[in-house]
């Protein structure tokens, strides 16, 4: 049986910063209010002319390197996003081209902010088959373009990057296991309604931006975080305690805190990126390991706990020893 590990890590944010404050001349609302509800500080906006291929190529170069892996030796790419360069191809499919490679399996995951737990479990068992051995897993959104700057109660949230893990085959595990879910009868309560078979005209108006009755997601997303750690420790036969790093999807710090606290693990065990990131939706994750490998808090031989809930509603975590 192959096993799937983490070779190399990447991100990329882009240059321009948004801060709190600087919501305070668009929309009526304060620093002091994101901060106490969210925990957000700033967040990096993309350039006008800036891509999803564009940050997700850039994470992806910086992945490679740290893995010490040439471009020639990856068979497989799968990108995490809800916010594609185009209806198609895919974003996969662009990167794989801007990379120079072709030839072997390239496609996008729609998991909105569980994306990139999707994205690792599929690659993980296309490893685990021999379907592939060196994967580019890759989370990368743009959400500025899906937010409607007058709503105060979603822009401030979110924000844009990429993140990107090469995930190789490997004697040892690595993966240790991975958990997706889905109830996809929480529709209304968080999503951006216009698509493409549904009204392709309207993606220049309101239906067009995210939709999120931020409360009831609140709530769900503290119970079912709770739920798929307690689901994947009990799998695994591990305790809280042996977790070296907790790393949620970043999407408000009092739900990172509340899903730390229900397991007992201090908040210095649990990486935090959304006070510089905000909700980079399916990016958050790569991108939070990506900053928590370069500080030197991650490190190899660590137990690490992935877990992300978001829009579908759907949700997902991963054991790993990195
Ligand atoms: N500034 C000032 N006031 C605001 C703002 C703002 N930016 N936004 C909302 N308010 C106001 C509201 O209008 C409301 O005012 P009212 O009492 O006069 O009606 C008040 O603040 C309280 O609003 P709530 O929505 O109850 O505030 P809450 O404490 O729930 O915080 C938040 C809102 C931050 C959105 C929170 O509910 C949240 O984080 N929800 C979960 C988000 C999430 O996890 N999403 C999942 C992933 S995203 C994805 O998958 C795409």
């Known amino acids: 049986m192959n096993y799937s ?23 009526d609302t304060s620093d002091e209010w994101i901060r106490e509800r969210t925990g957000i500080k700033r967040r990096h906006i993309a350039a006008e002319d800036e891509t999803t291929s564009d940050m997700a190529l850039e994470a ?4 490679l390197q740290m893995a010490k892996v040439s471009k020639e030796d990856i068979d497989l790419i799968i990108i995490a996003t809800t916010t594609p360069d185009k209806v198609f191809p895919s974003t996969a499919c662009i990167v794989q081209r801007r990379l120079g490679i072709s030839g072997f399996a390239a496609f996008d995951v729609h998991a909105a902010c569980a994306g990139f737990i999707y994205a ?4 993980n068992r296309f490893i685990k088959t021999g379907g592939a051995r060196c994967a580019l897993v890759i989370g990368a959104e743009i959400y500025s373009r899906i937010i409607n700057w007058k709503d105060r ?24 296991s991975t958990h997706i879910h889905a109830d996809g009868r929480h529709e209304e309560l968080l999503h951006v309604p216009a698509g493409i078979s549904s009204g392709y005209e309207q993606l220049q108006q309101e239906k067009a931006f995210i939709q999120m009755k931020g409360n009831e997601v609140f709530r769900a997303a503290v119970g079912v975080l709770d739920a798929i750690a307690r689901e994947t420790l009990s799998v695994n036969g591990v305790q809280p ?20 606290r229900k397991l007992d693990m201090p908040m210095d065990r649990v990486v935090v990126t959304v006070d510089e990131h905000a909700n980079t939706s399916s990016a958050s994750i790569p991108l939070a390991l990506d900053v928590a490998v370069r500080d030197g808090r991650v490190k190899r031989g660590h137990l690490l706990l992935f877990e992300a809930f978001g829009a579908g509603f759907t949700w997902g975590s991963a054991l790993l020893r990195f």
């Open 5 to 27: 590990s983490i070779a190399g890590t990447g991100a990329y944010l882009p240059r321009r910063v948004m801060t709190n404050k600087d919501f305070e001349a668009i929309v």
């Open 153 to 176: 109660g979603t822009c401030v949230l979110f924000g844009d990057g990429a993140g990107a893990i090469v995930l190789r085959a490997s004697d040892q595990p690595g993966i240790l």
């Open 120 to 123: 690792l479990d599929i690659a």
């Open 60 to 63: 992806a170069l910086q992945a």
């Open 241 to 260: 305690g042996d977790i070296d790093w907790l790393i949620p999807h970043q999407a408000n710090l009092r739900i990172i805190s509340a899903a730390a």
